[in-house]
T-cell receptor, first 115, second 113 residues
Framework: DTGVSQDPRHKITKRGQNVTFRCDPI?????LYWYRQTLGQGPEFLTY????????KSRLLSDRFSAERPKGSFSTLEIQRTEQGDSAMYLC?????????????FGQGTRLTVV | GNSVTQMEGPVTLSEEAFLTINCTYT??????LFWYVQYPGEGLQLLLK?????DKGSNKGFEATYRKETTSFHLEKGSVQVSDSAVYFC????????????FGKGTHLIIQP
């Protein structure tokens, strides 16, 4: 296993289109996180899963954003009706279930550009 | 809510110089604290962590001490190398609620030979 994998690495889309990103976590990790990072800022937490259960989604930026992890393995993040303000790097991370010092391993991200 | 403030960059140093990157935090409880590093073209990697007051995290010559009285977690290294050039993020994680990390804005470190 080579780590957290995200696909695609880059996505250019027209405003108003829907986009979907995929994340494959480290295989034995049951927690999976999504973050958004805009230019010059640190990553911003969006949502997370434990196995297939989405335990936190209040931080999703709007109802245009949704995430799934149907079988507790890979996850998808969908943005509907994209806007120029959605242009950012979308990061996925995974970890084992643990306490407050559990390390999260990050993927290289999907860079979204909305034109 | 929780927040992390770290010194703005870029920070430019000569090789073998002493490094300090300041980080302070605001949290309602007793968070764990982390430093992540992002090398050019790579994903975020955990550099070091500390889970309670007065703990010192260390890795690759970097150190940071969890100071509850000053709500700080400053990153230090005694002698930096060109290979340390990267973006450094301070972050916290607080239990009892959302499980995600709260990050600072990042500090771009440039080490010149």
């Amino acid at each position: 296993d080579t780590g957290v994998s995200q696909d695609p690495r880059h996505k250019i889309t027209k405003r108003g289109q829907n986009v979907t990103f995929r994340c494959d976590p480290i295989s034995e990790h049951n927690r999976l996180y999504w973050y958004r990072q805009t230019l010059g800022q640190g990553p911003e937490f969006l949502t997370y899963f434990q196995n297939e259960a989405q335990l936190e989604k209040s931080r999703l930026l709007s109802d245009r954003f949704s995430a799934e992890r149907p079988k507790g393995s890979f996850s998808t993040l969908e943005i509907q009706r994209t806007e120029q303000g959605d242009s950012a790097m979308y990061l996925c991370a995974s970890s084992v279930t643990g306490g407050m010092n559990t390390e999260a391993f990050f993927g290289q991200g999907t860079r979204l550009t909305v034109v | 809510g929780n927040s992390v403030t770290q010194m703005e960059g870029p920070v430019t140093l000569s090789e073998e110089a002493f490094l300090t990157i300041n980080c302070t935090y605001t949290a309602t409880g007793y968070p764990s604290l982390f430093w992540y590093v992002q090398y050019p073209g790579e994903g975020l990697q955990l550099l070091l962590k500390a889970t309670k007051a007065d703990d010192k995290g260390s890795n690759k010559g970097f150190e940071a001490t969890y100071r509850k009285e000053t709500t700080s977690f400053h990153l230090e290294k005694g002698s930096v190398q060109v290979s340390d050039s990267a973006v450094y993020f301070c972050a916290l994680k607080e239990g009892g609620g959302a499980d995600g990390l709260t990050f600072g804005k990042g500090t771009h470190l440039i080490i010149q030979p």
